[in-house]
């Protein structure tokens, strides 16, 4: 098979050659990947969007103690036909009326305005004395001045209440900005277990081709020694089955650094066309964990700033202060108004207004308004459904909970696993290398065998392969626990912009 070591060569580097040719090629280091992700993924601008409105909403509950200031105006006009057989008519009519009032809410749920209000009317009378008819007028000014009160004293009684929304927006706000907070945790974790995952399917392709190589060279010696009479014909055959099963496995090795490149640049949001390529390296075991991680503490950190934790204990408070707005509402309506001031009826507007300042006509009222739904079934069921949203939202943080406290402890497992993997592998490493190289010299004596030589550089491909793999391990573990207890973000130097919000 002279020809078949370039044809395999050319046939692995087809999927290589295609993405080349469709793209260009990109070499990315962990820092820039991590920061073109965030940058432009479109979950996490999405999240910033639903921050801003949440912002928004709580700018809008604070309307809720906006004075309000109302001015209005209005005019009337009327001219009647004279009516047969009533004595005293009114022919003409021209009137207006104008006010303005300022009404502050009160944080008890009331409000207390004052209202200043004016008229004018003018009358044109006919009144019939047998044939004769005599026309006469007058005119009205009517300014008013009154102070109000108004406070419900059940249903909707208290700053509990009466300011429910602007609790609920803020609970809001805090949810959606700790659910940003995840999510941007969440996305530079996959980020760098996918960059991570990349950098270790190149190593993986690496190994797989050195072993293939190995094999070939392997051949050539077999065919050199077959070829002086050293040894029989079918002492190739044996190497041509491993050959063809390494040149399996480095093509499905080329097709894991291609999936891997996709998954990453989809993360990237690149376009798939784009080739992406880890300029780093799987850092050595010891620098990634120097000590092991003390299972309470990193848990109590967890627990402490996990966002995802915090977007659920805001859910639940948000449930607590719906259950306690459905609780009113089972109450009575029961509304108190007061209201008084000096008025004034007087034919000249000064007249009107020396009766105004001088509090010679008044004008007070009170009123006690009570509203009960019998049956009250809409506030039963508000409040029925409040309280399995309080439950359903202490489930979900409970389960959570107990979630988060299982990752962390599988990933500190997972992290101390690797570890030790990877330190127990490190003297095999060398080891394997040399006994692969005293099998070669065998072989090239005559003493020894191809199934040796290529049992020994299996062992040696097999134990590289186990170290990367615990490397990888070591790089998903850090990076899970990083982002349980919220560290990630600053682990990279991530600060998300107001822009991004």
């Not at 072993?211 to 051949?219: K, T, V």
């Not at 077959?226 to 499905?252: C, H, M, N, Q, T």
């Not at 993997?421 to 003297?427: C, H």
Request: aromatic fraction near 2%; charge should be neutral; proline fraction near 5%.
């Amino acid at each position: 098979m002279p020809g078949r070591w370039p044809l395999v060569w050319a046939l692995m580097s087809l999927p290589l050659l295609a993405t080349r040719l469709a793209g260009a090629a990109r070499s990315i280091t962990l820092e820039d990947a991590v920061r073109l992700a965030v940058r432009d993924n479109p979950a996490l601008a999405a999240a910033g969007a639903a921050l801003a409105a949440a912002r928004g909403d709580v700018l809008a509950a604070r309307g809720l103690d906006d004075p309000l200031l109302a001015v209005g105006v209005a005019f009337d006009r009327a001219r009647r036909e004279r009516v047969p057989g009533v004595p005293v008519q009114e022919r003409a009519v021209d009137g207006a009326r104008g006010g303005a009032s300022l009404r502050q809410p009160l944080v008890s749920g009331g409000s207390v305005g004052l209202e200043l209000s004016g008229g004018y009317r003018h009358t044109g009378f006919e009144t019939a004395a047998g044939a004769a008819r005599e026309t006469s007028t007058s005119s009205e000014h009517t300014p008013a001045l009154q102070l109000s009160f108004e406070q419900p004293l059940a249903r909707g009684l208290g700053a509990g209440v009466a300011r429910a929304p602007r609790r609920q927006a803020r609970l809001a706000l805090d949810a959606a900005g700790a659910e940003r907070e995840g999510l941007a945790a969440s996305l530079v974790r996959d980020v760098v277990v996918a960059y991570w995952a990349l950098a270790h399917s190149a190593a993986e392709l690496e190994v797989r081709r050195v072993s293939l190589a190995a094999a070939h060279d392997q051949l050539l010696r077999a065919r050199a020694n077959i070829d002086v009479g050293k040894l029989a014909p079918s002492a190739s055959a044996e190497i041509e089955v491993v050959l063809a099963l390494r040149e399996d496995a480095a093509l499905l090795a080329q097709q894991a650094v291609t999936e891997r490149a996709l998954a990453l640049g989809r993360l990237c949001a690149v376009p798939v066309s784009d080739e992406l390529l880890a300029s780093e390296r799987l850092p050595a075991i010891d620098a990634v964990t120097p000590a092991p991680r003390e299972l309470q503490a990193t848990l109590a950190s967890a627990l402490a700033h996990s966002p995802a934790l915090a977007a659920l204990a805001a859910r639940r408070r948000a449930g607590a202060l719906a259950l306690e707005v459905a609780d009113d509402g089972l109450s009575p309506q029961l509304d108190l108004r007061l209201s008084g001031g000096p008025v004034a009826n007087a034919p000249t507007p000064r007249a009107a207004y020396d009766q105004l300042t001088g509090f010679g006509s008044y004008a007070v009222g009170a009123s006690l308004d009570l509203a009960w739904p019998v049956g009250a079934h809409a506030a039963r069921g508000a409040r029925d459904v409040a309280r399995a949203g309080l439950r359903r939202a202490e489930l979900d943080e409970s389960e959570f909970r107990a979630q988060l406290t299982t990752a962390v402890a599988q990933g500190i497992a997972a992290l101390e696993t690797a570890r030790r993997r990877a330190l127990s592998l490190r003297p095999s490493l060398l080891a394997a290398a040399l006994d692969l190289e005293a099998e070669r010299a065998r072989f090239d004596a005559g003493r020894g065998s191809n199934f040796d030589v290529l049992r020994r550089q299996d062992a040696l491909a097999e134990v590289q392969l186990a170290s990367l793999s615990a490397q990888l391990e070591a790089q998903r573990a850090g990076a899970s626990l990083d982002a349980a207890t919220h560290e990630i973000l600053a682990r990279h130097a991530l600060v998300l912009r107001e822009a991004d919000e």
